[in-house]
């Protein structure tokens, strides 16, 4: 019994197995679209992750500085600003407030913001609080 291999007729003696010129150019082309797409969806989900955790600081950061003036009553003196630095990361912060519509309450806002990848973005927080002159005039037993 003698064992017969087969070998392809078809190709002339001499060439080898490969890609033909038209797949490698499809190849490329394909390669040309798809890393770039992969690239900035890999840009895209960074600055989303980033922005993410920022967000988190600056809520941290204004929710402290709202607690701070409302213990402290300092709030009423109006455009109170500043800066927090956490990390190499800067947060810059504003403190205002404004007379509330329906009542007798004051708003008071927290704005912080902060640059992620060249762009700027800003995280508010708001509380009501009574008037100073309010809780001065209710602790007197309402005399001035």
Known sequence: MTLK????????????????????????????????????????ASLAGEVSVRKGEAARIANRILNESIVTTNWEQGGLNGTVADGPAQYA??????NWPTALMEQVTARVTFDAQDRSYAVELSTLAPPQTLNAATTTGGRP
């Open 5 to 44: 291999t087969r070998t392809n007729q078809n190709r002339p003696r001499g060439v080898s197995a490969g890609f033909t010129l038209a797949e490698v150019l499809i190849a490329m082309l394909f390669m040309a679209i798809v890393i770039p797409a992969v690239l900035e969806a890999m840009r895209v």
């Open 93 to 98: 912060w504003t403190l205002t407030s404004r």
